[in-house]
């Protein structure tokens, strides 16, 4: 199995680092190979040049090299904190510049761009975790957790990945030590339910 982790945290020692770490040596101790990014630590620019909207556009090589990683993922996670009800501008950036025609989505041929995207990427499953300073309660009933429509509906789901799984983990400033070696024992045990139901999927 191809991975491809995506992390988005500025701060080094970060409960998403340790999350990203735990998601890391899940698929390292199964063999797996892995695409890790931390987009901060690479100086990811999440600007998207006006070269790049269309399809066939010019590409840097640092987002060809993105873009030719999650096209051929089997499985793809995210690691970000939410912030105002979506992800830090660097990872929204990530998905302007990488998530891009042709990549991760098409359209009929003919079709002008006006109709309903195919999705074109392989990966079989994606998770995203998320960290907040909102109780899980104030977050549905106040927000209505935006995260959860962006990901599974606006990006995967139209991308052509069908199974979706997403936690959030709530209140992490006063969270302790104890609260955060359960939530990443949490986080090994999603990624093993996950990864057992796509291989069921694919001896089927």
């Not at 990945?161 to 030590?177: I, L, Q």
């Not at 024992?185 to 996950?194: H, S, T």
């Amino acid at each position: 199995m191809k991975a491809s982790i995506i992390l988005g945290h500025p701060t080094k020692g970060s409960f998403n680092h340790a999350i990203a770490d735990t998601v890391r040596e899940f698929f390292l101790e199964r063999g797996d190979d892995i695409f890790f990014h931390d987009l901060y630590e690479e100086n990811f620019d999440p600007c998207l040049p006006s070269e790049e909207v269309p399809k066939n556009g010019r590409l840097d090589p640092v987002i060809r090299k993105y873009c030719e990683e999650i096209a051929i993922s089997d499985c793809i996670i995210v690691i970000h904190p939410d912030w105002w009800g979506q992800p830090p501008a660097i990872l929204k950036g990530w998905i302007d510049r990488v998530i891009r025609p042709g990549v991760a989505y098409g359209f009929e041929e003919g079709n002008g761009g006006d109709g309903i995207p195919i999705g074109l990427l392989k990966a079989q499953f994606a998770v995203v975790f998320n960290t907040s300073n909102t109780s899980s309660e104030r977050e549905q009933s106040v927000f209505g957790d935006p995260p959860e429509r962006l990901w599974r509906d606006c990006i995967f789901g139209l991308c052509g990945v069908k199974t979706f799984h997403r936690k959030m983990y709530s209140v992490v400033c006063t969270s302790a030590p104890e609260q955060r070696k359960m939530w990443l024992d949490d986080v090994r045990d999603i990624l093993v339910r996950a990864s057992s139901k796509a291989g069921t999927e694919r001896r089927i």
